[in-house]
């Protein structure tokens, strides 16, 4: 065989071979139908969070099928993705469970039983702040005729919410407290601060990463201690509100000798029972793998790790997460 025909053959093998690598290609970079990831303001932590983690996804598509979108926070991303206006979601735990639920103070309708937990992100904690003056069992006395002034934050705030189921799991509820001579204080955290600061408040509260800034100026002005809450309360929120047990470790804070028993406002990613394995498989397996992503578009996620993704599902986590989890072996 001549040299000519030769490099003919060899050109048309190449030709053939890149046609069929072409077609390999194209088979894995699959198709999927659009569906969109609700979360906050385009100015909060959230949005930057989902438009990362839809990203990710993307890559496993043609055609960029997920598409992040603006929401209306904890209480109204539920409802969208319940009734269909959105496939993916963020909110908190606990109000994705009583959306779960329905028929609650929060979602009077019935409940949204197609709901399926895709992931446990970062997590915010409860921190109940007491000034030097007050005593542990602040809580206790109050069945006595004890009284106390309270930081509780803004109305319908996720703050205001674990507050004043914390302060139920004692047996009193605010209105309870402002008749037997307690001041409630409710505002905003800013206010709270300087309210603690000047000895208008001797109970600090703040549903925060810790050691935020707001969090350490309140604690260094009065010398704060945060408090540890009784296992009957941390199981009652657990279990009723569907938030997570934490102990925060020694030495978070300055004069913290031992853990602290406290709780997680976990940030959730959800999801319907009937979105398909595949998406949701491959959001957790890229959350899993991609940290330092993660945490270049929120910072909060430098204290939160892949093995996070699991814990304190407060209702049915869906099937294509559970496989990936199963596979890690942290399910």
Do not use: C
């Amino acid at each position: 065989m001549d040299f000519k025909k030769r490099s003919t053959l060899t050109v048309l093998g190449a030709a053939v071979a890149g046609a069929m690598l072409g077609i390999s290609g194209a088979a894995i970079a699959q198709e999927h139908k659009a569906v969109s990831f609700i979360s906050g303001g385009p100015t909060g932590t959230w949005y930057p969070t989902a438009a990362v983690i839809s990203e990710m996804v993307n890559a496993h598509y043609d055609g960029q099928p997920v598409t992040t979108i603006p929401g209306k926070g904890a209480i109204g991303n539920p409802l969208a993705v319940g009734a269909g206006k959105a496939q993916f979601g963020l909110s908190y735990g606990p109000f994705l469970k009583l959306a779960y639920e329905g028929k609650n103070e929060i979602y009077e309708r019935e409940g949204f039983e197609n709901l399926r937990m895709v992931a446990n992100i970062v997590a915010n904690t409860v921190h109940i702040v007491l000034a030097d003056n007050v005593d542990d069992d602040v809580f206790d006395k109050l069945g006595d005729g004890g009284k106390i002034n309270i930081g509780v934050g803004q109305k319908g705030s996720s703050n205001n919410f674990a507050i004043e189921k914390i302060l139920q799991s004692y047996g009193f509820s605010y209105d309870d407290l402002s008749a037997s001579g307690s001041n409630v204080f409710e505002g905003a955290q800013q206010g709270q601060v300087d309210a603690f600061q000047n000895r208008q408040l001797d109970i600090y509260t703040n549903t925060v990463g810790m050691n935020s800034g707001d969090l350490t100026q309140a604690m260094s002005a009065r010398n704060g201690r945060v408090l540890s809450l009784p296992d009957h309360v941390r199981e009652t929120m657990v279990n009723k509100w569907g938030y997570v047990p934490f102990d925060i470790p020694v030495g978070t804070y300055d004069g913290q000798s031992e853990p602290v028993k406290s709780l997680n406002l976990s940030t959730v990613i959800f999801t319907t029972a009937d979105m398909d394995d595949e998406i949701v498989y491959n959001m957790v397996k890229d959350m899993a793998e991609n940290h330092d992503r993660l945490i270049a578009a929120y910072g909060g996620f430098k204290s939160w790790k892949p093995t996070d993704l699991p814990i304190g599902h407060p209702i049915p986590t869906h099937a294509g997460a559970v496989k990936y989890y199963k596979e890690r072996g942290w399910m």
